[in-house]
């Protein structure tokens, strides 16, 4: 686990930490340093001890001068801008460092900054495959690791709390809104397809979703352990580093979409797209937590006003103040509505049976997710690759000649 990993890892449970105090689940807060520092005890690692130092200091120096931030008080939207904007900041330091790396390797230098493990997250079909290796084999893959932990992540998030993945974490979305916002600058008018083209695009990242899939479930499990233990498997990473840090003509194409679409339309990669958006919605079918609207509150069924500032404000273009629950697909859990409502108790991410996640909550909830687990994989040994930097540069120099 690189530097950056670990402090990123320890800022994200100290926060957690801070924000389960204050909003009085002092056991949980307990719980979640305790189990921080079993970690750092356990794995003796001196970058995750350093990080934890720096991230206790960092939470106290927070709670003395900012102690909204540090109890989670702000306001929805800035909570949630915050959250995102440090994990795309932790994002990008990573992206550098595995670019440096793999440029180093391909230069037949041994690398003296380390590959980021999280970096495997990005390789969705090699972690669909060792997540099915896991359950039909029972066998636990030692190249990519993380590939397989970053899945289950993210999978996780989706089946507790929607897709607030998507709307609080993901770095690709965060950077969508900012080129949709440049775009505004320029040319106001909203440019939204009419329903009947917006439908059938929307069933293209569902199409990509499926084609991954048939990969993962095609392979049948017999074939599984020669494919992990395989060259390509090794290279799969170098593969995507280069892919970014040397594009040919695929990738300035590829590019191009996804730029085209994000400036085009608000969440137009996420909507459209992104394969990961198609399991997250998907899988948040299944989510217990949805947006609600209390018609006993709202201003329409209670006041008889006229009010649809909930529907304004989605990013998503979803029709909020005419539904009672929110069971949509495009939902990123991104409270925006409920920030927009005037009613204060109009709107609610909550369970059927009325448990309600405030957006502190919800930070709470996708922090210890994304964060305990991949520190549980990393002390259990699940998490580093095993493969040589040796094995490395002579693979990246015979890259062209590796196929399947
Ligand atoms: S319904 Fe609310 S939470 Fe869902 S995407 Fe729209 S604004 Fe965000
Ligand atoms: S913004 Fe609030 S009060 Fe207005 S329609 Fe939506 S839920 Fe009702």
Known sequence: MTFIESLTLMLALAYSASLLYWSGK?????????????????????????????AASSIFLLTKFKPELARGEQRINTLRDSTQHLLALSMLLVGVQ?????????????????????????????????????????????????????????LLTGLLCK???????????????????LRKRFIK?????????????????????A?????IVGMPSQSIPHYLSGNYHKIADLKMGLFFITPGLVTLICFSVILGLATWRRQGFCRYICPYGALLGLISFLSPFKIRRSTQHCLIESKGMNCDKCTRACPANISVHT???????????????????????????STRN???????????????????????????????????????????QHLKSIGH
């Open 26 to 54: 002092k056991s949980g807060a307990f719980a979640t340093i305790i189990l921080a520092i079993g970690a750092c005890i356990s794995s003796l690692y001196w970058p995750l001890m350093l990080a934890s130092a720096i």
């Open 98 to 154: 595995f670019a440096i790396n793999t440029a180093l390797l391909k230069a037949g230098i041994t690398p003296w900054l380390m590959r980021p493990d999280v970096g495997d997250a990005f390789l969705p079909i090699a972690g669909g495959i060792e997540l099915k290796a896991i359950l039909t084999l029972g066998l636990w893959d030692q190249t990519h690791p993380a590939a397989a932990v970053m899945l289950a992540v993210v």
């Open 163 to 181: 897709r607030a993945f998507c709307g609080w974490a993901c770095p690709l979305g965060l950077a969508g809104e900012y080129l949709y916002k």
């Open 189 to 209: 008018d909203e440019m939204l397809p009419p329903a009947w083209l917006d439908w059938p695009l929307r069933m293209l990242k569902y199409l990509l979703l």
């Open 211 to 215: 084609a991954l899939i048939y990969i």
């Open 323 to 349: 539904l009672k629950h929110i069971r949509s697909d495009e939902c990123q859990a991104c409270m925006r509505c409920i920030s927009a409502c005037p009613k204060k108790e109009a709107l609610h991410f």
């Open 354 to 396: 009325g448990i309600k996640l405030s957006a502190r909550g919800l930070t709470i909830m996708l922090l210890l997710i994304m964060f305990l687990i991949p520190l549980g994989a990393y002390v259990g040994g699940f998490w580093h690759s095993q493969t040589l930097d040796a094995d490395r540069i002579y693979l990246i």
